[in-house]
């Protein structure tokens, strides 16, 4: 089995900063595209940014130029550094993994898996 776990949000006003982290652990084999969701109220999820395993990155046109996406591949971590944080920001954020895995059986397999969730707010 592997879990994700978010942390690092919080309350900060426009303008702030805030670093959000992602762990996973579990029986891990491999891990490939890392991936940062959020979803505000009464919206869709949608992507901020994810970066492959060789760290070829992507970014919400919302977010670029003030959101970093890093990962440490030896800690199966992965990172959304934010800064300029504004009002629009405010949302729950989720990590998502492409995790390759073994069943109990001993199957390998790959599949996504989520983090619970951190709450960001950004108050104006």
């Known amino acids: 089995q592997v879990q994700l776990v978010d942390s690092g949000g919080g309350l900060v006003q426009a303008g702030g900063s805030l670093r959000l982290s992602c762990a996973a652990s579990?029986?891990?084999?491999?891990?490939?595209?890392m991936s940062w969701y959020r979803q505000a109220p009464g919206k869709q999820r949608e992507l901020v940014a994810s970066i492959t395993s060789a760290g070829s990155t992507n970014y919400a046109d919302s977010v670029k130029g003030r959101f970093t996406i890093s990962r440490d591949n030896a800690q199966n971590t992965v990172y959304l550094q934010m800064s300029s944080l504004q009002h629009e920001d405010t949302a729950d954020y989720y990590c998502k993994a492409d995790v390759a895995t073994r069943s109990s059986g001993g199957y390998r397999y790959t599949a996504q898996f989520w983090g619970q969730g951190t709450q960001v707010t950004v108050s104006s």
């Open positions: 579990g029986t891990i084999l491999g891990i490939n595209t």
